[in-house]
């Protein structure tokens, strides 16, 4: 069987884990729009401050899960059970969409320095660089 999961967090890597621990016959794929590999969203913070770096707070992923990294998709064939992103095709007998949350802000932040809406590494839009 083959699982195909959409999304790159902590419950796309949870997921394959714990799959490749109930059964290594399963072929599970990650597809991520991200450049790099999983990491724990929780620590964000820590990046801007400068206490880590990306690589300290990646997220344990088996080995043997193929991990798809700049897959953004762009349409998904239920019927054929295939997933097309901008570069590729996949196709699955199960499909787990786990692409988390877009964040939002109490207040509009434009022109407010210092501050930043983020839930992930990639730059987002209203998303102030420190």
Do not use: W
């Not at 796309?12 to 109930?22: D, H, R």
């Not at 794929?29 to 620590?43: G, N």
């Not at 095709?89 to 877009?102: C, N, R």
């Amino acid at each position: 069987m083959r699982v195909l999961i959409v999304g790159g967090g902590i419950v796309a890597v949870y997921l394959a884990n714990n799959l490749k621990k109930e059964s290594s016959d399963i072929e599970v794929v990650i597809l991520s729009d991200e450049d790099i590999k999983p990491y724990d969203r929780i620590h964000l913070c820590r990046l801007v401050d400068s206490t880590v770096d990306t690589k300290e707070i990646r997220l344990n992923l088996d080995p043997t899960v193929q991990l798809e990294l700049n897959q953004k998709i762009i349409n998904i064939d239920k019927k054929n059970k295939r997933v097309f992103s901008s570069k590729s095709m996949f196709s699955y007998d199960k499909l787990v969409i786990a692409t988390g949350s877009i964040p939002i802000s109490l207040f509009p932040i434009n022109g407010v320095k210092n501050t930043a809406l983020f839930r992930s590494i990639l730059p987002q839009k209203n998303q102030t660089t420190f």
